[in-house]
């Protein structure tokens, strides 16, 4: 687990698989409850900009062994991010919509 210069957050799982994911995608994909009840109340597309520090991210802390805590740059903490949820998430879906596949 790395976070690189641009931000973006790189996971070796342990099949070998290596997954990226930006900082964008990973609030997109925020499963608190809050962020859960905005993404609905939205179509489930997207959650609102508030400002750019809501894609900042500023401490990763683990969660026991099974996930991660994700505390974000606007105050925002109340993510808990398990593995599963995490290795579920399509890393290169991270540009707002537009699908390269
Ligand atoms: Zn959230």
């Known amino acids: ?9 790189r996971i ?7 997954l ?10 925020c499963p608190c ?7 609905e109340r939205h179509g489930g597309t997207h959650i609102p ?3 750019s520090d809501a894609f900042k991210l500023v401490s990763i802390t683990p969660v026991g062994r099974y996930a991660l805590n994700l505390r974000w740059k606007d105050g925002h903490a109340a993510g808990i ?21």
């Open 1 to 9: 687990m790395l976070q690189e210069d641009d931000g973006t957050i």
């Open 33 to 39: 409850a809050e962020c859960r009840i905005l993404a």
């Open 20 to 29: 990226r994911y930006t900082p964008w995608r990973l609030r997109r994909a």
């Open 12 to 18: 070796t799982w342990d099949d070998g698989a290596v």
């Open 49 to 51: 900009l508030h400002t």
């Open 81 to 101: 991010y398990p593995f599963a949820h995490l290795r579920c998430l399509e890393p290169e879906d991270d540009d707002g919509g537009e699908r390269t596949r």
